[in-house]
């Protein structure tokens, strides 16, 4: 009886099965999936970091957690978020997007693009391994203390004894070699694979970005793995780099650090640009405003980018003819940015508005990069970055950017193709929920860091004195965190209720334009049963309106 009611159910396999089929897979939209639910086991490690560093200094001169201990939270939470958290839940959106947005039937090569997942994941894990290692099971030491930056001399072994900077330089070069793979295979499968008939000119903006993002990851992560080589000669094989009692220079690990630490900011940005280049136009109803000069702009960024990094060292006492020169790239790289910010306000403008949570995000990715972009502006005058260099200003800064920016625009992709992934739409009240409380608790967290920073409050301090104008500032900020915290419970709680039990969305629920939105939801293994013949940027714009095609126009 068994037998033949398995045998009648020719879809049902056995769950051993279909684990294989997830660990053996080169379907790119599965290895997407699988990079964004490890991203999401990430963000809960780095969001646990995040809330007890502020209980530590939700008061002066607490002592929750040890300085050795806070040390290590803000190093954890820091590599987490950058190389774990943003870096694969973009990699994976564009794993999942790039070959539907051109019409392809997978990426170049699947094998690599199954090798890049699992050497970030590995590289992830080594990382945490660290945390065993205060326990004697792999060696002595513990989790990294040396901030996400490891200047030296803070690496070396009179300073960082044992092997948690070992895990730290592994751990990252693993996750780096994985981010090479994505790249290249990327670049191959955009240049190569495109539909019939899509040039490079009337290629979706999401694709654009990503493939400007893999050339920053082409040319950023090389000069990072060599310098994280020589800290390990450094550490173990006697050499001197980065020893200046013995003819080293300590400077120059900061140097090939932000050689790779600017762009990597970019390389975190490009695909947020990307994400609401392509969710505006949807809820706005108007083609996208100034194409040309998006992908322009989206260029530019990448090639001055690779030309900025010496910024973050205004304050290690280089010539005057060098500040000055940096100073002025980062008031340049503000252009191309300035020129995406005024597409994406021109395209709301005079547009029919629908104010979904995708769109909610965008709009609150729009707002919240902004002000980031602003008080980067400030920080580009040296004689301002001299005097908030190293404070809580230049954290409210980052985040602005980072989590403002960056993850607002990545929680607008989640409920705008969520439905594609998974055939159901997101649920709305919880939405709106997450988006508020979201909005408000990252208000509440950042804005007081500048006010606290401007009055003198040092980053990377486990604690701070009383009397000194600084509780008040720190309390809001711990708040904002918790309430932050309180919004993505509310943000898991929807994957997985609406997973079971949202909406059916059907192939094209926002009655959108670009080709992912062509097949089904979610789309089948093969992609697409024809490949599809692209005359114009809204592939299905032409299809829906025969009478009106956009190809006609452009």
Not at 6 to 34: C, E, F, M, S
Not at 132 to 137: E, H, Q, S, Y
Not at 364 to 380: D, E, H, K, R, Y
Request: hydrophobic share 50%; with cysteine; aromatic share 18%.
């Amino acid at each position: 009886m068994e037998a033949d009611a398995y045998t009648a159910l020719p879809n049902r396999r056995p769950a051993t099965a279909v684990a294989h089929d997830w660990v053996t897979t080169v379907d790119h939209k599965q290895i997407g999936i699988l990079y964004i639910v490890a991203s999401c086991f990430f963000l809960t490690l780095g969001g646990v970091e995040a809330l007890l560093m502020r209980l530590q200094l939700w008061m002066p001169d607490l002592e929750i957690v040890s300085p050795q201990t806070f040390n290590q939270l803000f190093t954890m939470h820091g590599t987490t978020m950058i190389f774990f958290v943003v870096m694969p839940v973009e990699a994976g959106m564009a794993n999942y997007l790039v070959p539907l947005m051109i019409g392809a039937r997978d990426m170049a090569f699947p094998r690599l693009n199954a090798f890049g997942f699992w050497m970030f994941l590995f590289g992830g894990f080594l990382l945490y391994f660290s945390y065993f290692g205060a326990m004697g099971l792999y060696g002595a030491g513990s989790a990294p203390d040396i901030g996400w930056y490891a200047y030296a001399p803070l690496t070396s072994p009179a300073f960082s004894r044992g092997n948690s900077t070992d895990y730290w330089l592994l751990g990252t070069m693993i996750s780096g070699v994985g981010s090479v793979s994505f790249a290249v295979n990327m670049i191959a499968t955009i240049i190569t694979m495109r539909a019939p008939g899509m040039r490079l000119s009337t290629m979706p903006l999401f694709a654009w970005m990503i493939l400007v993002t893999s050339g920053l990851i082409v040319f950023a992560f090389p000069p990072f793995t060599a310098a994280e080589i020589m800290m390990l000669f450094d550490r173990h094989l006697g050499a001197h780099f980065f020893d200046t009692q013995a003819g080293g220079d300590g400077l120059l690990w900061q140097h090939l650090f932000w050689f790779f630490g600017h762009p990597e900011v970019y390389i975190l940005a490009l695909p947020a640009f990307g994400i609401v280049s392509e969710v505006i136009p949807v809820f706005s109803r108007k083609v996208i405003f100034g194409y040309a000069s998006m992908v322009a702009a989206t260029v530019s960024i990448g090639f001055i980018a690779m030309g900025v990094w010496a910024h973050h060292m205004f304050t290690v006492g280089m010539s005057s003819t060098v500040d000055l020169f940096f100073s002025a790239a980062t008031f340049l790289i503000a252009v191309p940015t300035g020129i995406k910010m005024f597409n994406w306000t021109a395209t709301l403008y005079g547009g029919r508005i629908r104010l979904t949570v995708p769109m909610l995000f965008s709009l609150g990715f729009l707002s919240l990069f902004l002000i980031g972009g602003l008080t980067g502006i400030m920080l580009a005058i040296v004689p301002m970055d001299w005097q908030l260099s190293d404070s809580y200003f230049l954290i409210g800064h980052f985040h602005f950017v980072a989590f403002g920016g960056i993850f607002f625009a990545v929680m607008s992709a989640y409920y705008y193709w969520y439905p594609k992934a998974i055939g159901r739409k997101m649920n709305r009240k919880l939405g709106l929920w997450h988006f508020w409380l979201q909005f408000i608790g990252f208000n509440l967290t950042f804005i007081p860091m500048h006010f606290s920073g401007i009055l003198g409050m040092p980053r990377r301090v486990y604690t701070y004195k009383a009397g000194v104008g600084l509780e008040f500032w720190n309390q809001v900020t711990t708040v904002g965190a918790i309430i932050t915290g309180i919004s993505l419970l509310f943000f898991i709680v929807n994957l997985c209720y609406s997973y079971f039990h949202g909406e059916e969305a059907g192939d094209d629920p926002w009655n959108a334009w670009t080709l992912e939105w062509a097949t089904t939801s979610p789309p089948p293994a093969y992609n697409f049963e024809e490949l599809p013949v692209v005359k114009s940027r809204r592939p299905l714009w032409d299809l829906k309106h025969p009478d009106d095609p956009d190809w006609k126009h452009e």
